[in-house]
């Protein structure tokens, strides 16, 4: 059962807009508030713009709020090959056709990288950035070709079919059931075929190795705007070993711990990251 909370923040519903990068769509959800500071919501790897729906309305009466939908996730276009510069690309063009005005941009997990990567190469473009439970390595890694995905598209009878199929990656508890439900059902599409996952399950083999960046943790260090950093206390990438050396990259009154949240922090504990990144927000522009 949905509680009243998230019943109401979901009500209020978004704009859906899209842009053209690099030849591909890009789609992206606004909720209109001219005037007012940007704030863009980047979801992560296998999720999509719909994530933010009970979250993004928690922001409106003090931002202009747009989450987007990167290349080969939601009802963006799938590409040929993925890059880091493109997704980043894709950041900074929604930015400017959504008309945001000083904006902060807000990244999880993946797309934290992709933000991360954009807050890099355009630094003229973004006030600050929000990276939420994304690793930052102090090495760069190597990573060797990933196969093409074999496994062929599977189509279901009927949405609620693919909805049960869906699952977080990477897998972790989750007792929020209304929420995965939810995020299912915008997983999905309806074909001639069937319901079939939007999701382009190659994009990791589809990305680029050809490019060179700085090691994540040199990277934010180099920033000359403002980072914040929230991440779950049970996530599997920020055990207590690794929470605590954040300090010595970030600015350490800019992170900020959920209690009793895995990697999906938002997911598991949403109210409680409202909160988190409410009183992480004003901190960003002091």
């Not at 508890?173 to 319901?195: H, M, R, V, W």
């Amino acid at each position: 059962m949905q509680p009243d909370w998230f019943k109401q923040y979901i009500s209020v519903k978004p704009k859906q807009h899209s842009c053209q990068v690099e030849g591909a769509t890009i789609a992206y959800q606004h909720w209109k508030n001219p005037g007012k500071p940007g704030l863009l919501f980047v979801h992560g790897h296998a999720a999509h713009a719909h994530w933010w729906d009970f979250i993004a309305p928690a922001f409106i009466s003090d931002y202009d709020v747009v989450a987007i939908d990167n290349s080969g996730s939601g009802d963006s276009d799938h590409r040929e090959e993925y890059s880091a510069a493109l997704f980043a690309q894709e950041i900074v063009s929604c930015i400017k056709a959504a008309g945001l005005n000083s904006c902060i941009v807000v990244g999880h997990s993946f797309g934290g990288t992709m933000t991360r990567i954009a807050a890099h190469l355009y630094p003229d473009q973004l006030k600050s950035i929000v990276i939420i439970d994304s690793a930052l390595p102090a090495k760069k890694s190597s990573r060797e070709p990933i196969p093409m995905p074999k496994v062929r598209p599977r189509f279901y009878e009927s949405l609620e079919q693919g909805k049960r199929r869906f699952r977080l990656r990477p897998p972790q508890p989750c007792d929020n059931k209304f929420i995965l439900d939810y995020i299912a059902g915008y997983s999905l599409q309806e074909t001639p075929k069937g319901f079939k996952f939007k999701l382009d399950g190659a994009v990791f083999a589809k990305m680029s190795l050809a490019e060179e960046f700085p090691a994540a943790a040199d990277m934010v260090r180099g920033m000359q705007i403002p980072v914040g950093f929230i991440y779950g206390e049970k996530s599997r990438f920020f055990p207590p070993a690794i929470a605590d050396g954040l300090g010595s990259i970030l600015d350490s009154t800019l992170i900020r711990a959920v209690p009793h949240a895995y990697h999906h922090v938002f997911v598991d504990q949403p109210l409680a990251f409202i909160e988190a990144l409410k009183d992480l927000l004003p901190q960003l522009s002091r």
